[in-house]
């Protein structure tokens, strides 16, 4: 009796701490599937795991420096300093490695599309200290047949709650990219020459004079990028910036 009577107290304390807990946290994050208190967010095992980007890194391109190296109050990477990153300024929120690219796989290829909600957060933080004003903001388009076979553009799901959290719109239809074969495994100069050409602007008169921001999930060498801001300026825009959720970070 003594023995049941412990038995159902236990009971009533694991369901009772259950309870609280599904009350207080009832949501779960995307990854681990712990508890946590707001939809969409990771736990804080799960966020701690990722290599999230802080100062010091570039001004201009948000390439991250070693904690301990001192560069004055606007440091530029070598890249930015010889003029070579076109666009006025690029931010990831962390550096691909096992643990992002782990979310980023799944997001990009397996459905994983409830992702973006914590993706794009970390991608508006950031940017949180930059003074920047876009006027629209642009996924980087995909290729029609890889969005038939996919069914999503997944920069196209990051993109629209940071124009939310802009208050501005996104633009999908103004460009369009031709199909070309997988880019993996390719070094920079053969990622330049395999996107040279692939995009082409459709409206010309969304994108002159525009401030826009670009979004991608990853940026690998900043090629898609780069020829990205070409076509974009060549179309008359006035200022163009790029964010993504990451990015590989070589020695430079
Ligand atoms: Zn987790
Ligand atoms: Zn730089």
């Known amino acids: 009796m003594v023995k049941e009577n412990i038995k159902y107290a236990r009971n009533l304390v694991s369901y009772f701490t259950r309870f609280l ?10 990854l681990c599937a712990q508890p946590v ?3 969409g967010e990771l736990c804080a095992d799960c966020w701690t795991a990722f290599n999230w980007i802080s100062n010091p890194k570039c001004e201009k391109c948000g390439y991250p420096f070693p904690a301990n190296i001192d560069l004055g109050v606007r440091p530029l990477c070598p890249h930015c300093a010889a003029g070579c990153c076109e666009l006025d300024l690029i931010r990831s929120a962390c550096v691909y490695d096992d643990v992002s690219r782990d979310a980023v796989l799944p997001f ?11 993706m794009s957060r970390a991608m508006m ?17 995909l290729a029609y ?10 920069a196209t799901l990051l993109a629209y709650p940071i124009a939310k959290a802009f208050g ?35 409206k010309p008169d969304k994108i002159r004079g525009k401030k826009i921001l670009l979004v991608d999930d990853v940026m690998t060498t900043g090629a898609t990028f ?6 974009l300026k060549k179309a008359g825009a006035a ?5 993504t959720f990451c990015r590989i970070v070589r020695a430079i």
Not at 132 to 137: G, N, R, T
Not at 179 to 197: I, L, P
Not at 226 to 231: D, T
Request: aromatic letters at 14%; proline letters at 5%.
């Open 168 to 202: 501005v719109g996104v633009d999908v239809d103004s460009m369009r990219r031709d199909f070309r074969s997988d880019m993996g495994h390719k070094n920079a100069s053969q990622r330049a020459e395999n996107v040279r050409g692939v995009f082409h602007v459709i």
């Open 145 to 154: 047949k890889r969005l038939f076979y996919r069914g999503y553009n997944q």
């Open 21 to 30: 807990v599904e009350f207080l946290f009832p949501y779960s994050c995307p």
């Open 108 to 118: 990009k290829h397996a459905g994983r599309v409830k992702y973006a909600k914590f």
């Open 226 to 231: 780069s020829e990205l801001y070409k076509v």
């Open 125 to 141: 933080w950031a940017l949180r200290d930059v003074d920047i004003k876009p006027d629209v903001v642009m996924p980087v388009p």
């Open 239 to 243: 200022e163009i910036y790029g964010v």
């Open 37 to 39: 208190s707001t939809d």
